[in-house]
């Protein structure tokens, strides 16, 4: 497979080798010419020299070809936009990743279209959040794309839907019960499962259904 | 709309018009400058990544139907031009004025 890695910080030199090291083809771009010199040293001819976001740059780094998969994870987030934009519409790059520096511009990846990106400020927030659930609800998985999400929901004390078979529970539409961890073990969730407190769920359902289904699942 | 507050000396004593001090990449700082009720924007940062990104912003997100964005490089205006943004870029007006401005020269003819 041949990857486009635009920005040759931690991040994209990290990434660079590691894909080098699983036997990929790999070009990365780096526009700071000290750094530039340092990864060259090291990688050789696998590191272009120039702005990510010019179109000579791209082309002498190979996006024509094009490759599998354009990498942005520049530390700027309007640059890793351009880059995607360029690498999908222009040379008709079918995958595109980026990175987003401030959590603030999550929303502006989203109304263009580029997707998946990876934001570490969001990362470590769901993972504080999977640690200390402030709603009682915690996202494990989106895939906007299809439209849906995975989640977790703890099952308080006093709910109403404890003693509940599954089965008669009103959940919001589309959404499902997948499993209940219960005392350290796991199991799946049939229709005629009891929920008890301190029940961990989890649930599958169509984004912006939460407040419903924390609705059945946390109000007592 | 600027992300100095020095800017807004640029603009003089007499100014009457509003001026907000942020990044146009924040929609709260947009939101405050007034987006939501904007006839008209024209966005011209010295970061032409950044006023691409604006612009498209500015146009799907808030629905302005007139943005104009200002783009240094001649290939990336072209290739967003192509896909319905309007943009403008001095350096392709400054090519051509200065073209025009050598071929209106007379120049003697050597001997």
């Known amino acids: 497979m041949y990857v486009l890695v635009a920005g040759g910080g931690l991040i994209g030199a990290n990434l660079a080798r590691s894909l080098l090291r699983a036997g990929h083809e790999v070009t990365l771009i780096e526009q700071r010419r000290d750094r530039f010199e340092m990864l060259a040293d090291e990688l050789e001819h696998v590191v272009v020299q120039g702005d990510a976001t010019e179109l000579f740059v791209l082309e002498r780094a190979g996006i024509q070809r094009p490759p599998s998969i354009v990498v942005a994870v520049t530390g700027d987030d309007e640059d890793n936009i351009v880059i995607c934009q360029l690498a999908r519409e222009k040379y008709g790059v079918d995958k595109v990743i980026a990175r987003v520096n401030d959590p603030r511009n999550q929303v502006h990846f989203d109304l263009l279209g580029i997707s998946p990106t990876v934001c570490a400020t969001s990362s470590i927030m769901a993972l504080i959040e999977h640690e200390v659930p402030e709603h009682g609800l915690v996202h494990l998985l989106e895939l906007p794309k299809e439209n849906v999400e995975i989640v977790e929901v703890q099952i308080p004390p006093g709910a109403d839907c404890t003693g509940m078979p599954i089965g008669r529970l009103e959940l919001p539409e589309g959404a499902r019960l997948i499993s209940v961890k219960r005392d350290g073990q796991f199991e799946l969730a049939g229709d005629a499962t009891t929920l008890r407190a301190g029940d961990q769920v989890i649930a599958i359902l169509q984004p912006g259904k939460e407040d419903e289904l924390r609705r059945v699942l946390l109000k007592s | ?111």
Do not use: H
Not at chain 2, 35 to 44: L, N, P, Q
């Open chain 2, 1 to 111: 709309m600027d992300e100095k507050e020095e800017a807004l000396s640029r603009l003089g004593e007499g100014w009457d018009g509003g001026f907000v001090v942020g990044q146009a990449i924040d929609t709260s700082v947009l939101r405050r400058a007034g987006i939501e009720d904007a006839d008209a924007v024209v966005v011209s940062t010295d970061g032409d990544n950044t006023n691409i990104v604006v612009a498209q912003v500015v146009q799907q997100r808030f629905g302005v139907g007139c943005v104009v964005a200002r783009i240094l490089d001649p290939n990336r205006a072209e290739f967003y031009s192509a896909q319905g943004l309007r943009t403008f870029c001095p350096t392709s007006l400054a090519i051509s004025a200065l073209t025009e401005a050598v071929k209106s020269c007379a120049v003697p003819a050597r001997a």
